[in-house]
């Protein structure tokens, strides 16, 4: 089963900082295009930020200017650097790319890694 492994998550307080790293499978070809989601007790899950192959980031509004993403390509990584969190960031974040298994293209996610920012 493809997985992705993700890392780094935690408790802070509102102002606080976290970095959330993701590792893509190793041993079949991904697309290098990696996105982190998040979702929130009772809410849907949404999208927060993506990376592409070139390097060239996306942020949701409501974490531009706040949030990083960056990638190791060696390391097939992705990482999220948090900044001035607020209580409204926390969820339980996904990151998630795609990759060719099988013949065919298919979407596939991390397990997820807790964000609680407390005011």
């Known amino acids: 089963q493809v997985q992705l492994v993700e890392s780094g998550g935690g408790s802070v307080q509102t102002g606080g900082s976290l970095r959330l790293s993701c590792a893509a499978p190793?041993?079949?070809?991904?697309?290098?295009?990696m996105s982190w989601y998040r979702q929130a007790p009772g809410k849907e899950r949404e999208f927060v930020s993506d990376i592409d192959n070139d390097g060239s980031p996306s942020y949701a509004d409501s974490v531009k200017a706040r949030f990083t993403i960056s990638q190791d390509n060696a390391k097939r990584t992705v990482y999220l650097q948090m900044n001035s969190l607020k209580p409204e960031d926390t969820a339980m974040y996904y990151c998630k790319t795609t990759c060719l298994l099988g013949g065919s293209w298919s979407d596939y996610w991390g397990q997820g890694t807790q964000v609680t920012v407390s005011s």
């Open positions: 190793r041993f079949i070809y991904c697309s290098g295009d």
